[in-house]
T-cell receptor
Framework: EAGVAQSPRYKIIEKRQSVAFWCNPI?????LYWYQQILGQGPKLLIQ????????DSQLPKDRFSAERLKGVDSTLKIQPAKLEDSAVYLC????????????FGPGTRLLVL | AQSVTQPDIHITVSEGASLELRCNYS??????LFWYVQSPGQGLQLLLK??????LVQGIKGFEAEFKRSQSSFNLRKPSVHWSDAAEYFC?????????????FGQGTTLQVKP
């Protein structure tokens, strides 16, 4: 079974530029999560989708971050404009259901904002 | 508010020695607890999880963890560490008002294994 796929793996941009990350979850997984992991910290949930609907985006900085999962499968997370403090690893995870099912994580996208 | 504390940022053990990584949580209801491992450049891999029942949970790679409600702890243990266990370990609690599946992670413990 293929795991969670993410691209790109690495991205370097200058502040105020925009960037987009892509995630393809495990086939059949209804729930998709985006986490932000700043160096030296644990991952923090940015947004959670159940199929193509948003379940939780309470910690998403909506003035600059956006995410979509239009067909309930793959997802895109965008940052516009980027700030220095957005430098982090962005992890995508998926699970088969909503209630504490195991979350499977992708390898992440490492973003550096200069 | 829910939170997870991993008191040890960095631990070094000798290969073959026993290991215990500490985790304390704050959660009002019965928690769902997880341990994940992250190797350099890799995503997180689930080691084990506790939902209910037996408080001693067995996981992959020879790891186990014990849930102690009275101490609000969920410590990870391994009787004999291998060099390949060097990685970062995260404890997490399942939170969310409607069991949404949201995980709250601790800040992680980096494990170094000496030969």
């Amino acid at each position: 079974e293929a795991g969670v796929a993410q691209s790109p793996r690495y991205k370097i941009i200058e502040k105020r530029q925009s960037v987009a990350f892509w995630c393809n979850p495990i086939s059949g997984h209804a729930t998709l999560y985006w986490y932000q992991q700043i160096l030296g910290q644990g991952p923090k949930l940015l947004i959670q989708f159940q199929n193509n609907g948003v379940v939780d985006d309470s910690q998403l900085p909506k003035d600059r971050f956006s995410a979509e999962r239009l067909k309930g499968v793959d997802s895109t997370l965008k940052i516009q404009p980027a700030k220095l403090e957005d430098s982090a690893v962005y992890l995508c995870a998926s699970s088969s259901g909503r209630y504490q099912e195991t979350q499977y994580f992708g390898p992440g996208t490492r973003l550096l904002v200069l | 508010a829910q939170s997870v504390t991993q008191p040890d940022i960095h631990i070094t053990v000798s290969e073959g020695a026993s290991l215990e990584l500490r985790c304390n949580y704050s959660y009002g209801a019965t928690p769902y607890l997880f341990w994940y491992v992250q190797s350099p450049g890799q995503g997180l891999q689930l080691l084990l999880k506790y939902f209910s029942g037996d408080t001693l949970v067995q996981g992959i790679k020879g790891f186990e963890a014990e849930f102690k409600r009275s101490q609000s702890s969920f410590n990870l243990r391994k009787p004999s560490v291998h060099w390949s266990d060097a990685a970062e370990y995260f404890c997490a609690v399942g939170a969310g008002s409607s069991n949404t599946g949201k995980l709250i992670f601790g800040q992680g413990t980096t494990l170094q294994v000496k030969p």
